[in-house]
């Protein structure tokens, strides 16, 4: 070996070595700092939600760090969270949550953005008993599997429109309605279906349209066109933000006439700024809004959150941010209560989980599904060309009426 | 299966009318493939990319406050240097290699396509707001969306202009002559090198047009162009090269074909029948290829 090869295999294995005592500093807690792992969708489809996501754990990491941090056995501890970007891609997110936890050292790990990503990181976390605090996988069969370590600060996707249907029996004065519904076929969405068939046959309505969309879903006329031909009470839309926009933008222009229309979405969408008046009177179904009356000492109100929120990042939060801050709300308050660094002890900890966050109440069920808050149903009301999201039900929490039945299109101006 | 649309006489001519009216804006960009295909022998996965693009041009100047309607004219414009330019850079170079080759460029331009769209666009849904309104027809038991109209008029406008640019201009005809032979073309003082990128521009401003219509009659996202590939695929199968006739009644057809699929079987399986169809006319094409008695010249 002549003297250059030689320098560089030692300039080699001193990177090498170097790399390997960085990567392996990154343990679960180092120094002052508790480290989090998530891998998050930074690029590919998801992208703007998975910066939604990224941006809600954020806040709530500085937030936190800045009133005082954790404190367990009477030491006081910061919020550090690594990320991985996943490109939308559940293969890579469950790569990247194996690689957070046998490279990086993470103990604790926090959700990536959608169902099916949550799917696909679950089983890892799982097999490596890692605690994981996620708040944007809300399918059923999330929390059907008996996983132990999974923990969901939202309701589950069935529970997103059951209430626009009860709502739709109490409008007609108790008696059962004809629903119309499309759906996507993906995990999130189907769920969102059999919520819809219990609610459908807990109260003896019936469904006369019951169609499924593609995943590059962009033109609904035929369900539409079914739908203008057998007229339904109730119109039932969920396809994520492709679905809650191809909807209106042809319910529009096809003017067809329903009493009621619930979608899924629409915030995410945008809706009432993409299609302004047109979106007028949709019905929505969300995890969260700021004007809900729940609060916490970090965050005080929803709309303290919402005014924070706008001034740290330029936009009103989705609920897919607040979702995301409650998580590490969640984790903190775990971690003080456990009063200890071990897994299995911070894991018991979350189970007994029973807080009030800016977001909204949290209890884990048995499958790891929060079951103390509700959904929320808001509708989409005009003032000329200014649209705004009212909470109209449950009653609770509604700042205003629900405005049933919706007016014909050729009484709309 | 749901025959519903056998039952009410109103639900097929709806049906009819939005096939064919989708159809006509199918067929301009398989016009695009068609012509790019027949000239320089690539086939371009990354049409539906193009035609995306160009929808997100329009889609910009709507932001910007302007009618995104005018899309169809600045869209084109710009397309056109796009797609010169992506053939100076990358189609160059594989336009006399074989077939798979340009498949494989040609795919891993979709891709790089998407990723900067999804980039510089996000990967929000968007729409642009024409503001047409609707025509009713029979009693209001059909509804026909201006907007589809409205593209579907600018899609006949710009492919008789092409059609007739292509008969009489002298680049139309350099193009013609490269399609027909390309070396003999070459002999003749065509600079096929010219005619190759001024297709592939044209090609691509044919997308932005088709693009700037989508942006207001159907939604636009960054990942949604594979199907408007294998739509054109699937036309320019039919009808062949060079046949613009044969061109715009195969897109009807398909407008039609995918419409009553719709309806009978269902949304989803919407997409999953072109898919079909398209496998069924290769087996029977090939089915037909092996009929033909061939011979040794």
Redesign the interface.
Known sequence: MNKIAKLFVTFFSAITLALVSFTSSFAKVDGEYIVLGSAISL???????GVHTQNGYNMAVDRINKMGGVEVQGKKYKFEIIYYDDE?NPKRAAQLAERLIKQDGVHYMLGPYSSGLTKAIAPVTEKYKIPMVEANGASRSLFTKGYKYLFAVLSPANQYLEVAIDLAVEKNGGKPVKIAQ?FE?DAFSQDVRLGILDAAKRTGSEIIID????K????????L??V???KPDVLVVSGH??GA??AI??IS???VDVPMLAMTHCDA??LSK???KKSEFALCASQWHKNLSYKDKFFGSGKKYAKDFQKEFGYDPPYQSAESSAALLVFKDAFERANSFDRDAVRDALVDTEMQTFYGNIKFGPGGQNVAKPMILFQVRCKGDDCENRVVAPTKWASDKFYHPIPKWSERS | MDFLIFKAPMLMVQASLDGILLGILFALIAYGMALQWGVMNIINIAQGDLVILGGYIAYTIYLWGIHPAWGVIISPIIMFFVGWGLYKLVINKVVDRDLFISILATFGIAIVFQQLMNFIFGADVVVAQSEYGTTMLFDNSVTLPNSKIFSAFISVLYAVALVIYMKKSRLGRAIRATAQNARAAKILGVDTEKVYAATFGINAALCGIAGALISITLTLHPYVGLPYTVRSFMIVIVAGLGNLPAVAVSGMGLGLFEEFADYILGTEFRIGAVFLLLVLILVYRRFKLSKKREYLK
Do not use: C, F, I, W
Request: aromatic share 2%; hydrophobic share 30%.
């Open positions: 690029t590919g489809k998801y992208s703007s939600n939308s499309a076929q169609d499924k969309l593609p590059e879903l962009n033109d609904m006329a035929a369900t066109a079914k203008k031909a057998v933000t492709k926009l191809t933008r042809q222009e096809m003017k969408a945008k993409q299609h302004g």
